[in-house]
């Protein structure tokens, strides 16, 4: 049986975004560039595209462009305010994704920037007034702090952070890449300057996503050649992502409650089964058993270390698939930069689940079974053609 619980990482497509890809692979294939009718025809596919998303989230068409994904976007966003606003201070934290602490660390290393990090509360949380104080500290300073967290779930207050911004004549930029289509944005209710999104988190398909600059903003484009995106970006649009992309964000708003109380529903069953499952010292990175201060299907707990191995290797072997930031010292990989950054506690293995609207609570059932078949078999020394006798009921 095989179970995919990594949601976090990537997304199902949905059955309704291929549909509507379909055609741009067959008929509609015509270069958007071009004058004639086949490119007519393309053009107007991605301006429609275009308006459909600004409309979601309440803003300008002329502010959404479309990218390769969150990373381009947080590059451009970070690199190209910097150059073009001569910012020489940035302030983010220690549990941003790499597409956000590797560019920002790169200009520091390259003399353009001085980095400051907001302090966090033990469960992650930003510290809000020690922000503030950073803001005072250094006005007209580039903010960079993501709404959902990629691995344990907190959310961030963004309008907060936006207010804060905007008194301080701060330049703010936040990765939505977990939190678009699982949390409804207004941005006409809040005065975000960069904002990005990937459509493989919200059922699209890979390879595509979108950058909202604020029309405060004109950045210079970092790949060159065509005038594509108005300008902002060369190139050939990816039209059969662009495409899936606001199909899959229109399906996310039409759908928001349902998949918000199944997913909500998911999590809880899986806290519960995880708590009456009898695994002794089982914990909770960040927020992530929240109902309200962290995303509705991410849960990132921390296990005691096996004695035989990594957990979400066990789990994998038996047709799980989760993601890891193991810190036992018996695996020796460090863990993540997310977990050692809120949580010193070795000897124990970090595990994200993270649920979207194709899983059941039967897979959530199963899960928590397999994970109390392996602890099961690890306090016990068995040879390993026993244990994969154990184990069979499982495939």
């Known amino acids: 049986m095989e179970i995919y619980s990594d949601s976090a990482a990537t997304t199902a497509i949905d059955p309704e975004v291929i549909e509507t890809m379909l055609p741009f692979l067959t008929t509609n294939f015509g270069n958007p560039s071009s004058s004639h009718w086949a490119g007519r025809k393309v053009r107007e596919a991605i301006d429609q595209s275009r308006k459909k998303i600004a409309k979601l989230l309440n803003v300008t068409p002329e502010e959404i462009f479309f990218v390769s994904g969150a990373t381009e976007g947080n590059n451009l966003a970070l690199s190209e305010s910097i150059r073009e606003y001569g910012l020489n201070h940035a302030i983010t934290s220690k549990i941003e994704h790499k597409a956000v602490l590797e560019p920002l660390l790169r200009h520091e290393r390259e003399g353009d920037i001085e980095i400051s990090y907001v302090k966090l509360d033990k469960k992650g949380n930003v510290d809000l007034e020690h922000l503030e104080r950073l803001l005072d500290a250094n006005p007209q300073s580039l903010i960079s702090l993501m709404h959902g967290n990629n691995e344990i779930g ?127 010292n089982v914990g909770y990175n960040g927020e992530s058993r929240s109902e309200t201060k962290s995303l509705g299907s991410i849960v990132n707990v921390s296990f005691p270390c096996l004695q ?36 010193n506690e070795a000897d124990k293995e970090n595990v994200r689940f993270s649920f979207s609207k194709f899983n059941t609570a039967e897979e959530v059932e199963h899960i928590v079974q397999t994970i109390v078949n392996i602890y099961n078999a690890d306090s016990i020394p068995i040879e390993p053609n026993v244990l994969h006798q154990s184990f069979t009921w499982i495939h």
């Open 154 to 280: 907190n959310l961030t207050d963004i309008q907060v952070i936006s207010r804060l911004a905007k008194k301080y004549n701060a330049v703010f930029h936040t990765d939505t890449t977990q939190t678009i289509g699982k949390v409804q944005l207004n941005l006409s209710e809040f005065p975000v300057d960069f904002l990005v999104g990937s459509a493989h988190k919200f059922h699209g398909p890979k390879g595509v996503g979108f950058i909202f600059i604020n029309m405060r903003h004109k950045l210079k484009p970092r790949i060159l050649g065509g005038g594509q995106e108005n300008g902002q970006r060369g190139g050939t649009e990816n039209v059969i992502g662009i495409v899936g992309l606001a199909k899959a964000l229109e399906i996310a708003y039409r759908d928001f409650d349902l998949i918000k109380e199944k997913t909500s529903a998911l999590k809880r069953r899986f806290i519960s089964e995880i708590e009456n499952s009898g695994i002794e």
């Open 308 to 343: 035989s191995g990594s957990l979400v290797s066990k789990l994998d072997q038996f047709g799980i698939a989760v993601s890891g930031g193991s810190a036992c010292s018996n695996l020796g990989n460090g863990g993540s930069h997310v977990i050692r950054a809120i949580n």
